[in-house]
């Protein structure tokens, strides 16, 4: 048989075809029985049209009452969030014990209960906006806060993905706080829990663990994380406090780590940039790294070239 392209082509499909009978987690083609990543990451973006109805409205509809456009909005969230819930839910290991009914149910109770959570999400809300304007001198307006600022973003999708974790929903907050930090940068696990008065100022590079806990009117820069001593143990430290706890008033500069499950940080405390921490800290202290050494090393010979242009040229200048 001449070996044509269409020849070629073919015999790879099948080669491919037949590498997904290895029955291994990548040669899953169960489309319909997981979550769908664009609805959900739809969901998000929907919920935050919501949370902030004058700022993300959706420009294809023209209307005088904004009350009936968000009914709807929010009915048809509700509606594929139950949906998207009830797939998600498939995956609980007691899931067997249960009926499709059952699961659906379950599911829909579990997105009414969190749309009543929406407007204490809201307050929280407030409250990390407040936080920025007051801690931020570069912030003019607070709408600047809430179109641009990434650390406001990241917040508003952690408290979303939040109150969903803590009704043990699989899958589903991760895909949501996943998306937030492909976009910003900043990555928050929705098992962190978080007080008001929030502010991530700048946010690139900030990591904050999933059993992390953290008081109010904390303010973290960039670079930051917020981790575990080790994850050698795997499987085995699943459902530990791996994570420190960060209490009332305290700042923490950009660079800093602070790691452990068993490591508190003591309200109205400071953590200086590129501090590395693995004990607790005790409340109003001051942590910073002291004389740091600068080394400067100089390349001779272009000290000695630039003497002799600068020399060069103060005789054509006296000439």
Known sequence: MENT??????????????????????????????????????????????????YYRDKSYRIYHA??????????????????????LEFRPEKEKESAVETDKEAEGIAVEFFESIPRIREYLETDLQAAYDGDPAAYYKDEIILSYPGMFAITVNRIA?????????LIPRIMTEYAHSITGIDIHPGASIGKYFFID???????????V??????IYQGVTLGALSTRGGQRLKCLKRHPTIEDNVTIYSGASILGGDTVIGRNTVIGSNAFITKSIAEGTRVSIRNQELQFKYDTKIILKKKDLEQDEFWSYSI
């Open 5 to 54: 392209i269409e020849n070629k082509v073919a015999g790879i499909v099948q080669d491919i075809l037949r590498d997904y009978q290895s029955d291994r987690a990548i040669d899953k083609i169960d489309l319909f029985h997981q979550p769908d990543k664009e609805v959900v990451i739809d969901i998000v973006q929907k919920l935050i049209r919501i949370i902030f109805p004058g």
């Open 162 to 170: 939040h109150e969903l974790y803590r009704l043990s929903v699989p």
């Open 202 to 212: 700048h946010g690139t590079g900030i990591v904050i663990g999933e059993s992390t």
């Open 214 to 219: 953290i008081g109010e009117h904390v303010k």
């Open 67 to 88: 009350a009936n456009h968000l009914s709807t909005l929010i009915e048809d969230v509700m509606y594929r969030l139950h949906k998207q819930i009830a797939i998600a």
